[in-house]
């Protein structure tokens, strides 16, 4: 099975389907994603962008709320927090602050950009 991304305004992912992969092939046996993308385009209408479930391309499996940058050719899921900085490597935010690895539970604040100790 294939996935596809529905492309809305700014590149933002709409919603994600499962295409069948003989809805993908061209006549030479081949998965052709502008086949899947044409298939979905006819189907639902939109503009898709194939995605893959185990981030073998494209960095990250697409979800609803990401975006697809072009540049990178890479989903990048929504920015949790306004001081994470992106991963170029994984298309992925990270804090500006590791989180401390000590087995203790941490959530991040925003206003200090430090992490807060909690007990559950």
């Known amino acids: 099975m294939a996935h596809f991304a529905e492309l809305g305004e700014n590149n933002t992912v709409l919603r994600v389907i499962v295409v069948d992969n003989k809805d993908i092939i061209d006549t030479a046996g081949q998965e052709q994603e502008s086949i899947g993308a044409e298939f979905c385009r006819k189907l ?45 490597t994984t298309c992925q935010w990270e804090p500006p602050v590791t989180m401390p690895n000590d087995g203790n539970q941490y959530t991040w604040n925003e206003d200090t950009a430090s992490w807060d100790q909690f007990d559950p």
């Not at 391309?57 to 992106?86: E, H, M």
């Open 44 to 88: 639902l209408g939109g503009t898709w962008k194939q995605t893959s479930y185990n981030a073998n391309f494209r960095k990250n499996y697409a979800g609803v709320g990401y975006t697809y940058d072009s540049q990178r050719d890479a989903f990048v899921p929504p920015r949790p927090f306004a001081s994470w900085i992106l991963n170029e």
